[in-house]
């Protein structure tokens, strides 16, 4: 389940998401900067990704193609954690 950025309500997404798509609670862009992981008031441009085009209204539904929606990586390990484990099971006694 997914939590929209704006009205902090949770709702579900079976396919990809599309630029014309809304929240069901509130009527907000899903497709839009906030609610990606990506997004991050911190970072130049307040996004991570460093290939992404700049886009003023982070409010907005945008064609932004590293659009990830926030909270919708899929369940499991990351790669980290994976490598991590990898390296204490070799030096495991």
Same mark, same amino acid.
């Given at each position: 389940m997914m939590q929209c950025a704006f009205c902090k =309500?949770?709702?579900?997404m079976k396919d990809k998401v599309m630029r014309h798509d809304t929240c069901?609670?509130?009527g907000w862009d899903i497709r839009c900067c906030r609610?990606? =992981?990506f997004h991050d008031y911190g970072a130049y441009n307040e996004c991570q990704e460093v290939m992404a085009e700049r886009v003023i209204e982070k409010e907005r539904a945008n064609f932004c193609e590293y659009f990830v929606l926030r909270g919708s990586a899929p369940a499991g390990t990351s790669k980290q $954690? *994976? &490598?991590? =484990? &990898? %390296? $204490? *099971? %070799?030096f495991r006694k």
């Open positions: =309500k949770g709702f579900s069901p609670h509130c609610q990606c =992981k $954690e *994976d &490598a991590k =484990k &990898a %390296l $204490e *099971d %070799l």
